[in-house]
């Protein structure tokens, strides 16, 4: 453990984008004790521009900002952690199920795979969410959808080269059943470059959510920052400062969790980082 | 002739991906509310009657699913993508209207976006570590992480409406009637804000893949070998490495025609570009789902042809590739 902090602090980039993750964390964490009260409730004149009352202003209905992006934090942070875990485990099974068997499933998995990567994903993603009328749990059906392919063809790949590896040969002479060899042998092997893929998916999750919930696709009873900005829209004009500060609070999130997972991809794929310089 | 037998045969192969695609938007069109009828008939019942009894007679929703879903493919195979009673028009009128305006999008996009990746990936490769290199991948870490949305409004916000430069939304000027060269003059003056927010996107996309592509293609045998005879590191780099090196960019434009048709729906929306976007955004607002599932198909048609392109066109540039 302490190996590895002191490879991670080497990268000094990634320890920047981990102080800033954290802050987000914290904000996402006390966007109830900062703002008590909810982010759709009417504080003040529409409108008014950045002042000590409202540090970041508020909107067309005098909603404030600051606390819709305190509280759609929590949202962002949310939706992109469940919708990368759904898309890596359904991605693992997937991938590791075409790897671990070869032959005909992988054939067929691998043309699935393909089908869904060919697929426009945004304009899927809009799709499903507005088939499946707008909610939390429709938005993260729809990223995990559109984003499984990319994890499902790292682990075919992982598990296709870890099986003719003699550890899994051995244990397969061994007569372990075929579960045993998947979870026990072949899985904790390729678990760091799913996790370095896991953590950069979170920074495209967060994207795709915003872009959802910009075209009023998000949750209409959840802040998010996509839903802030999309509100600010009309009256961009009058009041910058509503689409402003969420779209730089997008901006910060995702760029501090791309550095994040390079700075892990450094730090758990030592042959790839050689293989760079 | 191998080369068209190769372009033959990818063809072929291009057809189940199409079929599945058909398969799939009918089994979204299962998952909405109401049966299919409702949906392609505008679920509030916008649609006569008469048409509606026609629709169900022709779709047979009392037979089983299989002979629907045969009744839809042969549909889709005829190109009938329905009729769009929200804008009163068919959707493959409609689609095809629209058509245009986003293919011209999408390949300024393109031109752009490759064109200014590759050379800023070039410039990041040739001076690794320098001042040049971080300054580069900074920029390509923050274009990344931008929402294509959200640059489009501050673009608006900064160039229409401070500082007056540019228009903020259409493609071209309303009541102006311009012909001839006025009127591209025109339409190029709109294009620039939209065009460059994709691009800025994409830009990031291929400057990283270039910069790696070229350090690659750097430690192959064959740069030893040009090393070697005493070519100067210019020749090498600028004869040898590059052109290896784009080869990589190429595939990436094929992978991202989705992608970028994904994008094009949010900064057309934005700018009011009259494109299939700029469709899709008003389809969702009334909640027109078959006309939504008609741009959907076209769109993954779009990549299909899109990645046939690509395959062919690395026939001619990579001698490598295996025709038979």
Known sequence: MKNFWQQYSRNKSAVFGLVVLFALVLLAASANLLFPSDPFKLLGAPMSPPSSEFLL???????????????????????????????????????????????????????????????PSFIFAVLLVAILSPSLKSVVIAIAVVSWPTVARLVRAEFLSLRKREFVQASITMGMPSWKIIFQQILPNALSPIIVSASLMIATAILLESGLSFLGLGDPNIMSWGFLIGAGRSILRTAWWVCTFPGIAILLTVMAINLVG???NDVLNPRLREKDQ | MNRLNYLLRRLLQAI?????????????????????????????????????????????????????????????????????????????????????????????????SATFGCFLGLLAAVGLNTWRDNLISIFALVSYATPLFWVALMFIVVFSIHLHWLPTSGMETIGAFYEGWDRVVDIAWHMILPVTTLSLFYLAAYTRLMRASMLEQRGMDYVMTAQAKG?????????????????????????QTGSMLGGSVLVESVFGWPGLGMLAYDALFSRDLNLLLGIFFTCACLVVIMNLCVDLLYTFLDPRIDLQ
């Open chain 1, 57 to 119: 202003g508020t909107d067309s209905l005098g909603r404030s900002v600051a606390s819709g992006i305190a509280h759609g934090a929590r949202t962002s942070l949310l939706i992109g952690l469940v919708a990368t875990s759904v898309a890596v485990l359904l991605g693992t099974v997937i991938g590791g199920l075409a790897g671990f068997h070869g032959g005909k499933v992988d054939n067929l998995l691998m043309r699935l795979t393909e089908l869904f990567q060919t697929i």
């Open chain 1, 262 to 264: 390079e700075g892990l």
């Open chain 2, 16 to 112: 189940p991906v199409l079929i599945a695609i058909v398969v799939l938007n009918f089994m979204l069109l299962q998952l909405a509310d109401g049966d299919a009828v409702d949906v392609i008939a505008g679920e509030a019942g916008s649609a006569t009657p008469e048409y509606i009894a026609q629709l169900r007679e022709s779709f047979g929703l009392d037979q089983p699913w299989y002979v629907q879903l045969g009744h839809y493919m042969v549909n889709m195979a005829q190109l009938d993508l329905g009729y769009s009673f929200r804008q009163d028009a068919p959707v493959l009128d409609l689609i095809m209207t629209r058509l245009g305006p986003t293919l011209l999008l999408m390949v300024s996009t393109l031109v752009l």
């Open chain 2, 231 to 255: 070519l100067p590191e210019r020749v090498v780099t600028y004869r040898h490495i590059l052109r290896n090196a784009l080869l990589p960019v190429i595939t990436l434009a094929g992978v």
